[in-house]
């Protein structure tokens, strides 16, 4: 989770990139990427997306873990091609051997953007 915060403040996402497996799949509420996606290519292509398009602060607010995984309730404030806007999600992480195998992110837009 701290090499998505860093990545979202800052648009420098290669340490999270660095944690994915080859064969990631992953799922975002985010037009250009529907549906399950996978592959680490596609992932990257979705980062080099967030790293043109966004910047934030995230605040975890709680965090659930399973078996399978762990997820992250985090409030996010920020700018999305230059417009303001917050949002509280969820992004769950699936991790196996240090690798991120699947993940998938859950949001609401209390507001919406501006």
């Given amino acids: ?6 990545g979202a403040a800052t648009g420098d996402w290669t340490r999270l ?5 080859e064969s990631v799949t992953f799922h975002v509420p985010v ?3 529907a549906g399950v996606r996978h592959g680490a290519a596609d992932a990257i292509r979705f980062f080099e997306w967030l790293a043109a398009s966004v910047r934030a602060d995230l605040v975890v607010h709680s965090v659930l873990m399973g078996e399978a995984g762990v997820a992250f309730e985090v409030q996010v404030a920020g700018t999305m091609r230059g417009e303001s806007f917050t949002q509280r999600l969820c992004l769950v992480f699936e991790v196996r051997d240090g690798l991120v195998h699947h ?6 837009w209390p507001g919406g953007l501006r």
């Fill in 1 to 6: 989770m701290n090499h998505w915060i860093m």
């Fill in 17 to 21: 990139i660095g944690m994915l497996a």
């Fill in 31 to 33: 037009e250009g990427f």
């Fill in 103 to 108: 993940f998938r992110e859950y949001l609401a």
